[in-house]
């Protein structure tokens, strides 16, 4: 059964750091892309960073470009997400999800989700 | 930069009715790269529609989407009470974005 289980998160203070983690199973990892995308508290979905299945090619949402760097161990079947410079805007609970691409620069919708992880900047 | 555009923010409806989801983008979603996705409180997302009529694997057959260009509609044909809940759209045609979401709630 395809699963994705994050982990990672927690109560951060603004400007710091924290990684979140996306274990896979159920499926062959390394033929996939990967997404992050998160949720603000009564919020819609926001989509923030995806991966090709091998880990060479890697977009951002403005909103987290520059801060957040997305990274995959396919020999792990994880996905990674580090936030640096967090704000209290980037407080919300954070999915990874599976694109159906094989392709390098070619990435489509998400399939299969994970539950999340939550993640709140406050001081 | 697409903006998607959902409406109406919320729908209030019957079981057995047939409810109707718009998705208008503000320009024209290449190759009809367009989503969408049911949630339920505390629940992850889950793939309804993809490529704009594609119905997803285990999807019920009362589900169906279409539209092309910039407007697109999301037709449950009658509705189920486990189907009330907020859905989304997505494109996927430049970047990526999703809409506001449409709260589908019990009248």
């Known amino acids: 059964q395809v699963h994705l289980v994050e982990s990672g998160g927690g109560v951060v203070q603004p400007g710091r750091s924290l990684r979140l983690s996306c274990a896979a199973s159920?499926?062959?990892?390394?033929?996939?892309?990967m997404h992050w995308v998160r949720q603000a508290p009564g919020k819609g979905l926001e989509w923030v960073s995806i991966i090709s299945y091998d880990g060479t090619s890697k977009y951002y949402a403005d909103s987290v470009k520059g801060r957040f760097t997305i990274s995959r161990d396919n020999s792990k079947n994880a996905l990674y997400l580090e936030m640096n410079s967090l704000t209290p805007e980037d407080t919300a609970v954070y999915s990874c999800?599976?694109?159906?691409?094989?392709?390098?620069?070619?990435?489509?919708?998400?399939?299969?989700w994970g539950k999340g992880t939550t993640v709140t900047v406050s001081s | 930069e697409i903006v998607l555009t959902q409406s109406p923010g919320t729908l209030s409806l019957s079981p057995g009715e047939r409810a109707t989801l718009s998705c208008r983008a503000s320009?024209?979603?290449?190759?009809?790269?367009l989503a969408w996705y049911q949630q339920k409180p505390g629940q992850a997302p889950r793939l309804l529609i993809y490529g704009a009529s594609g119905r997803a694997t285990g999807i019920p057959d009362r589900f169906s989407g279409s539209g092309s260009g910039t407007d697109f509609t999301l037709t449950i044909s009658r509705l189920e009470p486990e189907d009330f809940a907020v859905y989304y759209c997505?494109?996927?045609?430049?970047?990526?974005?999703f809409g506001q979401g449409t709260r589908l709630e019990i009248k």
């Open positions: 997505q494109q996927y045609g430049s970047s990526r974005a």
């Open positions: 999800a599976r694109d159906p691409s094989t392709s390098h620069n070619y990435f489509y919708y998400m399939d299969v």
């Open positions: 320009q024209s979603v290449s190759n009809n790269y």
């Open positions: 159920g499926f062959p990892f390394s033929s996939y892309a």
